[in-house]
């Protein structure tokens, strides 16, 4: 029988500590409250850098064994094959506006109040009973339309392009170029909602008719689907930044609507498209410092140099021929400030600066 009596023992393992728990080892770092896994661009690093920086690694850096996962039909990671452009440290490129989760978020919801603010108030002044009709319709038709340039761009450019770049810092200024366009083309579908229900006459489903059938439309919508149809995630983002925005986007935000919107009596576009351009010149900064690195890159600068200027002599005429497709737009309001000489001029002046701060020669149409 046995004895209940007797208490029962229990035995543990001894616990022997080995040094290969986590912590145990001491080294020159091991006690510094900053990373080290990279050298930061300045003299201390930057939260910006220590979010972004090897968060996505490869197989060039601390991935000894490859890519940890992948796809059945396709390679595994990010391949760096998904461009032609080529660099010998793709994690070189850090994004002049530091932007990361934080400030993706922070700034948007600023952008959004100011938005929501200025048609709130637009409303309660009743801003829109001064408008003109001519106005009223310009602003139906065009304004909606590039509507639909935001969103494809937003939803077939840069989307995909986050999915496709070889590093987080790269990936990253993609996604906010995405979430910036996207943004702006709902704050232009929520103008266009509020102009539909206010008192004026004012046609709030045109835009439609207009993308899909106005000709002076048609060459600015065939750049933006041929653009979506590129594979090159690399040849996307120059095409779309680099090349349509500067000839088309700019052309008809800052040089058209911005110049002449007051003299028409409208305070309340100039504050929602603002928004748009100070979007486009936080994402300009970006792409212009990815670009200008693989062309100053030591070993491949002068091949990237040559693929860009190929890139550059197919999608230039497209643009070209997109912007002076909407010539007829300039004489449609009736309070005509800036003819489409002039303001096709500025836009090609930015251009030419754009090109020559990343490196590359102007090309020979735009001297025609």
Request: proline share 5%.
């Amino acid at each position: 029988m046995v004895d209940t009596t007797v208490p029962k023992t229990r035995s543990f393992p001894k616990i022997e500590f080995t040094d290969s728990e986590a912590g145990a080892k001491e080294f020159p770092s091991s006690k510094s409250r900053t990373y080290s896994y990279y050298k930061p661009a300045k003299l201390r690093s930057t939260m910006y850098e220590d979010v972004t920086v090897d968060v996505q690694p490869d197989p060039d850096r601390h991935l000894t064994q490859g890519w940890l996962y992948g796809f059945g039909d396709g390679p595994g990671g990010y391949p760096v094959e998904w461009t032609k452009a080529v660099s010998t440290n793709w994690h070189a490129f850090l994004d002049p506006n530091e932007e990361w989760e934080q400030t993706i978020y922070r700034n948007n919801a600023a952008v959004v109040r100011q938005v929501s603010l200025c048609l709130d108030n637009a409303k309660r002044a009743r801003a829109y009973s001064h408008w003109t009709p001519t106005w009223s319709t310009f602003i139906a038709r065009n304004l909606g339309a590039w509507m639909h340039v935001e969103n494809g761009l937003a939803l077939h450019v840069f989307t995909p392009a986050n999915r496709q770049g070889p590093t987080n810092m790269i990936n990253t200024s993609l996604c906010v170029a995405a979430a910036h366009k996207m943004r702006f083309a709902q704050d232009l579908a929520l103008f266009n909602l509020d102009l539909s229900e206010a008192d004026i006459a004012f046609d709030g489903s045109v835009h439609k008719d207009v993308w899909q059938n106005a000709p002076e439309w048609q060459p600015t919508r065939q750049l933006v689907e041929e653009i979506t149809a590129v594979h090159d995630w690399g040849e996307q983002v120059f095409a779309t930044s680099i090349v349509l925005e500067q000839l088309v986007g700019q052309l008809f935000r800052s040089e058209l609507v911005m110049q002449i919107a007051a003299r028409n009596g409208d305070y309340v576009t100039p504050t929602i498209v603002g928004t748009g351009e100070n979007d486009y010149a936080r994402d300009l900064a970006g792409s212009r410092a990815l670009f200008k690195m693989l062309t100053r890159d030591e070993q491949h600068g002068a091949a990237n140099k040559v693929l860009f200027e190929g890139w550059l002599a197919t999608w230039v005429p497209k643009a070209i021929a997109a912007a002076r497709a909407l010539q007829p737009i300039w004489s449609q309001p009736a309070e005509k400030t800036i003819t489409f000489a002039t303001s096709f001029d500025a836009a090609q002046e930015k251009f030419r600066q754009l090109l020559d701060e990343i490196g590359l020669d102007t090309p020979k149409e735009l001297d025609r």
